[in-house]
């Protein structure tokens, strides 16, 4: 079991910025790869970002390119997002997702735990 709590999430005004972590405990961290999510009301799930377990390779939701950057300490078993010039868009519970073996990056049962989110709002 990988046990995943976010934080860091709160309200902010357009164009501002936040950092959400994500810390994970149970089984081996470092062989997992992390993933971010979002959902905003009345919407499906949504992906975000991933890393890798060795922090090589990121991906990105084209929304976010450019203004999101997923990275992991594996020493302090945390996966942060970095946001950044945040748009009302952005407003949506965010949550943190480990996986063993994921081929599909941005596919959510590619993912075997789960967080319980936390809510980011941008104001217009």
């Known amino acids: 079991q990988v046990q995943l709590v976010e934080s860091g999430g709160g309200l902010v005004q357009t164009g501002g910025s936040l950092r959400l972590s994500c810390a994970a405990s149970?089984?081996?961290?470092?062989?997992?790869?992390m993933g971010w999510f979002r959902q905003a009301p009345g919407k499906e799930r949504e992906f975000v970002a991933a890393i890798r377990w060795t922090g090589g390779s990121t991906y990105y939701a084209d929304s976010v390119k450019g203004r999101f950057t997923i990275s992991r300490d594996n020493a302090k078993n945390t996966v942060y997002l970095q946001m950044a010039s945040l748009k009302p868009e952005d407003t949506a519970v965010y949550y943190c997702?480990?996986?063993?073996?994921?081929?599909?990056?941005?596919?959510?049962?590619?993912?075997?735990?789960w967080g319980r989110g936390t809510q980011v709002t941008v104001s217009s």
């Open positions: 149970g089984r081996t961290f470092n062989y997992y790869t």
């Open positions: 997702a480990a996986g063993r073996v994921v081929i599909k990056i941005a596919t959510m049962w590619e993912y075997d735990y």
